[in-house]
C-alpha cells in the first residue's frame, strides 16, 4: 500500500492546470514574444482537456498559442520540462498536442522564425467588410487611440480562414462555446478593430467580434440573435463591448424588416450589458421620460421600444425598472416600496406558474408525491428567494445606473 501510495504521490507531481499551462499572445512585435505581460490565459479550457481542466504527464507544461494581432497568423508549441513516460513505464502521457489541433485550423506554425515572418506579412492586413462604426478611447500611456467596428460575411475574400481563426479564442473564454458554422449566409459577422500606427504606416489589430443569425418571421420580418460575442482579453473592460453592442443594435434598428434583436442563450454578463446599452437608447424617448415613469409599465413604452429600438416588450420591462429606480427616492418611505412591488411583482411570475402547475398536479400525483412538490413551494422560501432575487436585481440596476451618470 505504501509502494502505491509513493507511485500516486511521483505521478500527481505530473499534473498540470490547463488553465495556466495554456499561453495565449496577440503579437504585435518581435519583441512581445518575449514579453510576459503580453501573454494571458484562459478562463477555461474543460472543451478541450475535460471537465477538472488538468492534464498528465507533463511537468513545466506550456502550450503556446500566439496570434498575429491582425490576421491571427498562428503559432503553436507544445514545451515542457519532463515527461511522465520519460521516467515511468506504461504510463501514458495526455496527447496535448492532438486535443488542442482539434480547435485550431491547419496552417499554423511551430517554427518561431516562420511565425516573425508572418507578423512582418501582417503589416498588409486590413479588416474585412464594411467600415459602419469609429470611436475613440483614452489610454493613460498611449492618449487616445481609435476603433472601427466593421460588418463582414463570407463573401469577403479570406474571412472564412480568418473566423476559423478567430473564433478558437470562443473556447477558452465562453464556458458553453461551439463553432458555427459561417458558410450559412443567414450570419452576419461584426468585427472590433484597434487602428493603430506603426514606423508612419498603418495597422489594424483584432479587439472582438459579435455574430448574429437572422432568422425569418412570418410573414416578411427577421428576428437578429445574437449567437456570440467576445472582446479579446487584452481589451477588456475600456468599454467595447457597450461600443459593439450599441452600434449593431442601431444596424439592425435601421433595417425596416426587422421585427426585434434577442440573444441565444444569454450569459449574466451578457445581460448586464444589454441592460447598460438597451437603457442608454431608451431614456431619450418620450415614454420613458422620468414623469411617465412614476405611473408605471406602460403600453406605449412597449410600443415606442419596439417600433423606434426593436425592443422586445420583456427587454423593454427591464430598461423601465432601471430607468424608473433612476428617479425613484428610495429614502423616501412609499416610494421605495412601490418600487419594490413593482418589481417584486414582475419576479413572482415564474413562482405563480409554479403554483398553477402544483394546482393540476393535485389531481394526478399520489399522496406522497405531492407533500414533496409542495415542500419545494414552502411560502416561507419563496418569499426569502423573492426578497433574495429583488436584493441582487437592485444592486445590478445600481451598477448600470452609475455607468450610465458616468457616460452623460
Partial sequence: MAGINAMEKKLAEFKCDTNEAVCLKLVRFPEDLEDDGTTFHPEYSHQTFGDDEVAFGYKGLQVQLYYTAGNLS?????????????????????????????????????????????????????????????????????GELTYQIYKADVTCPGFHEYHERLQTFLMWFIETASFIDADDDHWDFFLVFEKYNKDGETLYATVGYMTVYNYYVYPDKTRPRVSQMLILPPY????????????????????????????????????????????????????????????????????????????????????????????????????????????????????????????????????????????????????????KTYQEVVGDYRRIIERLAAQA
Fill in 236 to 387: 477588456q473592460g475600456e468599454g467595447h463591448g457597450a461600443q459593439l453592442l450599441e452600434a449593431v443594435h442601431k444596424f439592425y434598428c435601421n433595417l425596416p424588416k426587422v421585427q426585434d434583436i434577442t440573444a441565444e442563450d444569454p450569459s449574466d454578463n451578457y445581460v448586464k450589458l444589454r441592460d447598460y446599452v438597451l437603457a442608454k437608447l431608451c431614456q431619450s424617448l418620450p415614454s420613458f421620460s422620468s414623469g411617465k415613469l412614476q405611473h408605471g409599465f406602460s403600453e406605449d413604452m412597449v410600443r415606442e421600444a419596439r417600433d423606434k429600438l426593436k425592443i422586445n416588450k420583456k427587454h423593454a420591462r427591464r430598461v423601465y425598472e432601471i430607468l424608473r429606480l433612476r428617479t425613484t427616492d428610495m429614502s423616501d418611505e412609499d416610494q421605495a416600496r412601490e418600487y419594490r412591488l413593482e418589481v417584486k411583482k414582475r419576479l413572482f411570475g415564474p413562482y405563480r406558474k409554479n403554483q398553477r402547475e402544483l394546482e393540476k398536479m393535485k389531481k394526478c400525483l399520489r399522496p406522497e408525491e405531492l407533500v414533496s412538490h409542495m415542500g419545494q413551494m414552502d411560502t416561507q422560501v419563496q418569499h426569502e428567494e423573492l426578497e
Fill in 74 to 142: 498562428t503559432f503553436f508549441k507544445v514545451k515542457y520540462s519532463s515527461k511522465v513516460t520519460e521516467k515511468f513505464e506504461c504510463v501514458e502521457a495526455d496527447d496535448i498536442e492532438g486535443k488542442v489541433r482539434d480547435i485550431i485550423p491547419a496552417g499554423f506554425t511551430s517554427n518561431i522564425d516562420d511565425f516573425v515572418s508572418l507578423l512582418d506579412k501582417d503589416t498588409n492586413f486590413k479588416p474585412f467588410g464594411t467600415l459602419f462604426h469609429s470611436y475613440t478611447v483614452h489610454n493613460e500611456e498611449a
